[in-house]
C-alpha cells in the first residue's frame, strides 16, 4: 500500500477523515488543486463508466482529469466523446500527447483549467476523484450546468446532500473503492 492509499483509506473513515483531510488537502498548495493526483486502477475505470451507463456518442466530463485514462477509455471503449479538465500543465501534455497518439483528436479533448469555472452544460456524464470537500465545493456547478438525466460517478467520494441512485464497490490493488452514481433530476 502506497503512502497515498493508506491516507486515503484512513479518509474514509470517519473519524479520520474529519481530522486529516484538511491537513492533507493544504498539501496540494492552491486552492483551484482539489485533489492529489491518484490515478483510478483501470479495473474502476472501466467500473464507474459501465456504472454510468456511458452510450456512443454522449458527451463525457472527467474533472480533474489526470493522465487521461477515464476519457480515453470512454472513447475507446463506450464509443463517446469526451472532455478532460485538468490543472496541471504537465499532466495536461502528457495526455493531449497520448491522445494523439491513440488517434482519438476527433472525440477526446483535453483542456488546461480550473475545473471549477467550466460550462458543465454540454455533458452527460461527469466523473469525479475528488475529495468530499471539493465536490461539496463543485456541487453548486453541477447543480447550475447538468440538464435532467445526465449522470454524475464519484470514485470514493460522495457528493453530500445528494442521494446516490447507485453504489457500487470494486476491489483493485487490495483497496476497496466506492463508485457513487448520481443522476440529475431524481430526487435528492
Excluded at 490515478?39 to 480533474?64: I, N
Excluded at 494523439?100 to 483535453?110: F, N, P, Q, T
Excluded at 467550466?118 to 447543480?143: G, W
Amino acid at each position: 500500500m502506497t503512502r497515498m492509499q493508506a491516507w486515503l483509506f484512513l479518509a474514509q473513515l470517519p473519524v479520520v477523515g474529519a481530522l486529516w483531510l484538511p491537513a492533507l488537502a493544504q498539501q496540494f498548495g492552491k486552492t483551484e488543486n482539489l485533489a492529489p493526483y491518484i490515478p483510478s486502477p483501470q479495473v474502476v475505470v472501466d467500473k464507474m463508466l459501465e456504472a454510468a451507463r456511458v452510450k456512443p456518442g454522449e458527451l463525457l466530463y472527467d474533472l480533474g482529469s489526470g493522465d487521461g485514462r477515464i476519457v480515453i477509455t470512454a472513447a475507446q471503449k463506450f464509443s463517446a466523446r469526451a472532455v478532460g479538465v485538468e490543472l496541471s500543465p504537465e499532466l495536461c501534455r502528457a495526455a493531449t500527447a497520448r491522445v494523439k497518439s491513440l488517434g482519438l483528436e476527433e472525440r477526446v479533448h483535453i483542456i488546461h483549467g480550473n475545473l471549477l469555472k467550466v460550462d458543465l452544460s454540454p455533458a452527460d456524464v461527469v466523473t469525479l476523484y475528488l475529495l468530499t470537500t471539493s465536490n461539496d465545493r463543485l456541487r453548486p456547478n453541477l447543480e447550475k450546468y447538468l440538464k435532467p438525466g445526465a449522470r454524475v460517478v464519484s470514485n470514493d467520494f460522495q457528493v453530500r446532500g445528494w442521494q446516490a441512485s447507485e453504489v457500487v464497490k470494486v476491489n483493485a490493488g487490495g483497496l476497496t473503492h466506492t463508485i457513487y452514481v448520481y443522476e440529475i433530476g431524481r430526487e435528492r
